[in-house]
Each structure stands twice: as structure tokens, then as C-alpha cells.
């Protein structure tokens, strides 16, 4: 019996994307069926259609006798269309069965029901035996995979290939006869909003399941996906999402957007799923068929604007040794199209990459100094991960009026009256040096930073990200304006990684402020985490002050922050890092939903007091003070939300949470402080961040004096 999920919903379907070969046939009963919602809403069917939309809906109001029968047969007649869409696809899904899940290192096993061992589903794509499944049931070491077949004849598997991008797995079973495979089209027109199914088996007699919604959205998770509201779970992953034609669109995967969900399963069964399309794939078959793994392609580009969907593809820097810088691109080249999709912002261009995988060649057109050119670049599979250097300086941004000059470049004026012509641009003036870094003794407070090597520089971000993308005991060429004079230094910027700086600039002594600090509660009005903070009156704190800030979670035990507070103040205002302490929930466990309770605390007091760089710590990496559950939730926000912090700190006992890993990316870089003297004394768990590029310092028997040293030093460069 093939059991139907029918979600209440509007369903929007295109007339192009519905059958005409069956005139007869359930999906034009659909397309015959008769308004039964009043003049307004036939007047709007009518708008609708002559747009090339058919609209099919329950409005709310709807009581009478006749309107709830016709939506009676509406469903029935899509439940119907729905059957016969499935039916055409279920001979070629298979089910698999993962044997003999081995545990952690720690003995914990799978995290899971989802990553454990849960049946999924899988594609037959050749009738010799080839099967495309998701890789998530390959994602532990197992005894064994079986493919289940529709008449529950079960087949030892082995593993051809995988596709590390899209999270796909080929998989090879021998069949005593040719098996019944599954046509993957070219091409599909399925435009966002028509109406899709997944498609997938359970249980031990292969029930087929189905699960009706929307297509949301195409070319989701930086071009690699399609979304679907159809809620899915793990009997789903692997098998087909299709139309109402039975073609199939997509490959449905455990996915998440980034900064969703700590790890690709968490939004199971939540109403959003994602798929890989099927055009895509058919192009990877021949590789994952003669047993090639695909990765990601990496270019190596580091783009200028902090937001990606802010218009502009100037690029700050290019990674070393990146398919980028061997192609010849430069810092401050704007990219105008990839593979020949024009792009005008920097989330364009990761949509356009989607498709292309470690491997392939791609052409890039690039406009730099009023000139467009072409180059050929070959996406690599890795680049040599970050290791992200500091000058030792800390700047601001200051305003500069511009004018332009006929016959002459840009010159800087001081006043705005009488010049019609006049712009206003940025620059980066240095406010202070840190003791003891490359900057000291060469580079002034006072200075305007113009130029790094090659690069111009107008903004922080800019220069922050050449900073992290720096080559390692590699000298910089860097030009400053000072008091109206150019002058030339040249200097080696130090790894941020190693002992933590216990050293501070002048303007950051450690001294008492006029006015003592307030300690405040913050609440958030839909959750019951109790939090507070302490931070100065608004109109002490100016937006160049330097203020740090610092997120710390409480143990799940500690549910008075603002008593906690109360003995922190003084140290706070001391040294100039807003605090604000967070009790969990639960007075015995952080959550994975308080992820996003924290990141928007952050966003809330970044709001009400200028800061600079915003740290999240527990109290386990202050000396003789235990882990706990926070330690874990730090690391868990801090990885899925990338872009409110600029580093953590934990105990070196923290259980690491079941977080997916990602490189350290140069526009969103976070610093990692353990408590600890020696990377030879740290856990085992600092090996993989460590190699994905994020620095970790060395915090030694930390105090709170120490951690709140090191939070204001995180927004100096």
C-alpha cells in the first residue's frame, strides 16, 4: 500500500509542468475542477492563470457544504495524482541497511537515530547493479551495506565511489538478473513553486512512503541544491524527489543551510529538505561510476564586501598557492562572470561554482583597471589551509571627502562646501600598536595604512582579510601616510596561533572608568533563558572605543547571571569587554535550539553598545573552574553561527558536540584560546581545527583578567 503524506498547504503548479497524456487522468481533474471559493478568489484564479499559474487552495472562511466538498475531492484527486507519479518511479527505489555500526573513539556510537542505523533509501541507476544512495550511511565505519529490493532480496554492497560535495555515495551490487533502473533527465522544468513528492521505502516489507509539498527554491546551498518543504526523514535520503509527471528532479540528502543546525541531520522531519538535481548528477555518473571520488572545487578568492549579497565582486585577497593565484587573479580584480553566468556580488559567484567539482576548468572574466580579461582556472580539491598572521595594529575606519579633479586623480579635500562633485570615501587610520608585534617601532598611531604590497586599502575588512590569508614568515611591503608624508615599511606579520599576547596597548590600561559599570538583566521575549549583563551607560561608550565583548555561558547549574555578574563588574570595566552571562533552560542541559537564543543576544546588545570583536566562552576555561555542558554548546555555536564571533574559548575537557566541520574561512576567521601551555596537552579534537585553518592560542592557567586581555586583543590586526 503506498501511504500518502498530503501536507495542508497552498500548492501552486504550473500548467506546463502538469500530464497531457492522460486528458482523463487524475491530474487534469485537477486542472478541470471548478472554483468553489466565491467571486473574489475565481476573479483571482483568472489573474492567476493569465500569468501561467493555477491556483489551488483552501482559503480560510470557507464553511459551506459545497466548498468542503469540492476540497474533499481536490485532495482526493491529488492524493490519486500523487500515487501515479510514485508508482512510476518505485520499481527502481531500493532501501539500505547499514550492519554493524562501530562506535566513536569515546564509545558513544552514532549521535542519532539519523546517523545510526536507520534505513535510507537509494536510487538504481544501471540495471548491472550500480546504486545512488546518500552518504550518510557511509559516514561510520560499518560491517556491512545491503541494498533491499523491491521483493526484499537483499544484496551485499561495496562502495565505487563518492561525491564529498553533494553528499552522495555510488554503491555495486550483483544481481542475478538486469535490475530496474531509474531514467535521470538532462533536463526538468520544474519551476519554484510547482508541486514535488519524495519518494522512499520502510519497514521490512518496503512499504513506499511518500511526502507531497512545494519546490522552495533551486540553486540553495551555494548552488549545489533544491529545496522542498516536504518533510522527509531518514527512510527518504537517497531516494528520488520528483514531479507529478514521475520525472525525477532531485536526489533527496540530509542538508542543512549554513548556520542552521549543528550538523546535516538536525532538521529532519522539520518541514525544509534539500535534493540534489538530478541534471547535475547525471553529469557526475560517468565519474562516480568508474570509481572517482568528487570533491568541492576550490578557487581560492577572497571577496572585499563583508556581505555577500551586497552588489560588487572586488576581491581583497587570493588564498597562496590557490587555483586562483596560479591563474594569474589579483587582489582588487572584480569578477563579472564564472563559466559565463554574469555575476554583480560574491554569493553569485559561490551560486555559480555549485555545479563544478575539484578537477574541472572553468573561465573566469574579470574587469581590473578599466580592462576585462579571461582566465582558465583549475578548481583544486585543497588549499593549503590558513594560518592567519597580525601585524599589531589596531584601526579604525575614518570618513575622507572626496573630489574629483578634471585631468587628475582623486584628492582628498577637507571641507564639502562649494563642490558639487564631492564623495566620501573610507580609510584606515591606526589608532595603536601592540607591544612586541611586527607593527611596533615601524608603524605609528596616527599612520593612514594606503597600501599592502599590491593592494589598495580602503576598509578594515580588507586588511583583516590579507591578515588571515597572509603567507607565513613572508615579508609585506606596507605604505602609509604619515602627517602627509609616504612612507615605505616593510615588516613579517607573526602567526596569530601559539601563547595568547599578554601584552596591551596604552589606550587599553588596565584602569578603573569614570563611571562604574551597570550590571542589567536581558531578556528576549518568546525565551525563558535567564541573562545579564554588564557594560557602560550608552553615552560613556564612543563607537571607536575599542570595547570588546564577551558571551559566557553558565554552567546549566547557575541560574543567577546577574548575581554572577555582580563579582565580575569591576574587571569588566577595568578592561573595557561588556560581559554577558547566559543560564541555559534547563537547569541540567544546554540545547540545541538555545543556539540561536544566544546568537541573537549577541546581535541585541552589539545593538545597544558599540563594540568591536564579540568573543563566547564558558566559565570552564578560567583556572581550577570544571568543564561542563557549556563548553560543548560554546563550540556548537560558535561553528554554526560564523558570523556574529571572532573567537572562543573552553576547557581543554570539553566534549566536543556533533558539529560539522568547516575551513576557516578568511571573511569570517575565528580564533579558538584553551587553556593550556602546549599544543602537546590539549585534546585531541584541537588536531582537526587546527588543520582546517583556525589558530588556537595558548592560554596558560587562564584568569578572567587573561580572557578578557584576549577578547579586546581579537579586533586588533
Not at 486528458?23 to 500569468?51: C, D, E, Y
Not at 550511511?137 to 561495496?158: C, E, F, G, N
Not at 545579564?532 to 570588546?548: E, F, K, Q, R
Amino acid at each position: 500500500m503506498l501511504n500518502v503524506n498530503m501536507k495542508s498547504a497552498c500548492l501552486v503548479a504550473s500548467p506546463r509542468n502538469l500530464p497531457t497524456k492522460r486528458p482523463n487522468g487524475p491530474i487534469s481533474a485537477i486542472r478541470r475542477m471548478p472554483s468553489v471559493f466565491g467571486k473574489r478568489t475565481h476573479q483571482l484564479r483568472h489573474l492567476l492563470m493569465s500569468a501561467g499559474l493555477v491556483m489551488v487552495a483552501t482559503l480560510c472562511g470557507a464553511t459551506t457544504v459545497g466548498a468542503q466538498s469540492d476540497t474533499a475531492k481536490y485532495r482526493q484527486t491529488l492524493a490519486a495524482a500523487v500515487r501515479t507519479a510514485a508508482q512510476r518511479v518505485l520499481p527502481a527505489v531500493v532501501s539500505i541497511e547499514v550492519i554493524g555500526v562501530a562506535e566513536t573513539a569515546d564509545g558513544r556510537g552514532q549521535q542519532s537515530e539519523v546517523s545510526q542505523d536507520a534505513p535510507s533509501c537509494g536510487i538504481v541507476v544501471d540495471p548491472e547493479g550500480l546504486v545512488i544512495a546518500s552518504d550518510i550511511i557511509v559516514r561510520r565505519p560499518s560491517a556491512s551495506l545491503l541494498v533491499v529490493l523491491p521483493d526484499q532480496t537483499r544484496l551485499a554492497a561495496k562502495i565505487v565511489a563518492r561525491d564529498h560535495h553533494r553528499g552522495l555515495v555510488m554503491l555495486r551490487v550483483k544481481p542475478e538478473t538486469p535490475l530496474v533502473a531509474m531514467e535521470l533527465p538532462q533536463a526538468v522544468e520544474s519551476p519554484v513553486g510547482s508541486t514535488v513528492v519524495a519518494v522512499g521505502r520502510y519497514g521490512g516489507d518496503l512499504s513506499p512512503m511518500v511526502s507531497s509539498g512545494i519546490l522552495s527554491a533551486t540553486g540553495r546551498l551555494e548552488g549545489t541544491m533544491l529545496q522542498t518543504d516536504a518533510r522527509v526523514s531518514p527512510s527518504f535520503y537517497g531516494g528520488p524527489l520528483i514531479d507529478l509527471y514521475g520525472n525525477v528532479i532531485g536526489v533527496v540528502v540530509p542538508a542543512i543551510a549554513e548556520g542552521g543546525a549543528p550538523d546535516d541531520t538536525s532538521w529532519y522531519d522539520s518541514g525544509i529538505a534539500f535534493a540534489v538535481p538530478t541534471p547535475v548528477l547525471k553529469n557526475k555518473l560517468a565519474r562516480l561510476g568508474d570509481g572517482q571520488d568528487i570533491r568541492k572545487g576550490l578557487i581560492g578568492i577572497v571577496p572585499k564586501s563583508k556581505d555577500p549579497l551586497a552588489e560588487g565582486t572586488e576581491l581583497a585577497a587570493v588564498r597562496n598557492r590557490s587555483p586562483a593565484e596560479k591563474a594569474g587573479i589579483k587582489p582588487g580584480d572584480s569578477i563579472e562572470a564564472v563559466a559565463g553566468v554574469p555575476v554583480k556580488m560574491f554569493q553569485e559567484i559561490k551560486q555559480a561554482l555549485g555545479p563544478y567539482d575539484a578537477g574541472e576548468t572553468i573561465e573566469i572574466t574579470l574587469r581590473s583597471d578599466g580592462e576585462t580579461r579571461n582566465v582558465s582556472v583549475k578548481l583544486a580539491e585543497s588549499i593549503p589551509p590558513l594560518n592567519p598572521q597580525r601585524l599589531g595594529v589596531w584601526a579604525v575606519e575614518e570618513s575622507e571627502s572626496v573630489v574629483a579633479q578634471a585631468g587628475d586623480d582623486d584628492t582628498a579635500n577637507d571641507s564639502d562646501e562649494g563642490n558639487d562633485d564631492q564623495q566620501v570615501a573610507t580609510r584606515v587610520r591606526v589608532r595603536a600598536v601592540v607591544p612586541g608585534t611586527a607593527a611596533d617601532g615601524k608603524i605609528e598611531p596616527g599612520d593612514v595604512i594606503k597600501r599592502v604590497d599590491q593592494t589598495e586599502i580602503t576598509d578594515l575588512a580588507t586588511l583583516g582579510r590579507m591578515m588571515v590569508t597572509a603567507v607565513p614568515d613572508e615579508e609585506l611591503s606596507v605604505s602609509v601616510d604619515r602627517q602627509g608624508n609616504a612612507v615605505d615599511v616593510t615588516l613579517t606579520p607573526t602567526s596569530i596561533a601559539g601563547p595568547a599576547l599578554d601584552k596591551t596597548i596604552e589606550l587599553w590600561a588596565d584602569n578603573e572608568p569614570e563611571n562604574k559599570w551597570d550590571v542589567l538583566e536581558l531578556r528576549l521575549p518568546d525565551v525563558p533563558n535567564l541573562a545579564a549583563y554588564a557594560a557602560p551607560d550608552v553615552d560613556d561608550a564612543t563607537s571607536d572605543a575599542g570595547i570588546g565583548m564577551l558571551i559566557m555561558l553558565l554552567p546549566p547549574e547557575n541560574r543567577d547571571p546577574k548575581k554572577q555578574l555582580d563579582s565580575w563588574r569591576d574587571l569588566a570595566g577595568r578592561f573595557g569587554v561588556v560581559i554577558c552571562a547566559v543560564s541555559s533552560e534547563d537547569e541540567k542541559r544546554w540545547q540545541q535550539k538555545e543556539i540561536d537564543v544566544v546568537s541573537r543576544m549577541a546581535t541585541l546588545l552589539s545593538q545597544r553598545v558599540s563594540v568591536g570583536a564579540i568573543a563566547v566562552a564558558s566559565t570552564g576555561v578560567m583556572k581550577d573552574v570544571d568543564a561542563s555542558a557549556a563548553d560543548s554548546m560554546v563550540i556548537a555555536i560558535a561553528l554554526s553561527d560564523r558570523k556574529n564571533f571572532s573567537g572562543i574559548a573552553v576547557s581543554a575537557d570539553t566534549k566536543p558536540p556533533a558539529v560539522r566541520l568547516r575551513e576557516n574561512e578568511p571573511d569570517r576567521s575565528l580564533e579558538i584560546l584553551i587553556p593550556i601551555d602546549s599544543l602537546d596537552e590539549g585534546p585531541t579534537w584541537l588536531a582537526p581545527l587546527a588543520t582546517a585553518g583556525y589558530p588556537i592560542s595558548l592560554g596558560g592557567k587562564c584568569e578572567l583578567a587573561d580572557l578578557l586581555r584576549w577578547v579586546r586583543l581579537l579586533q586588533t590586526i
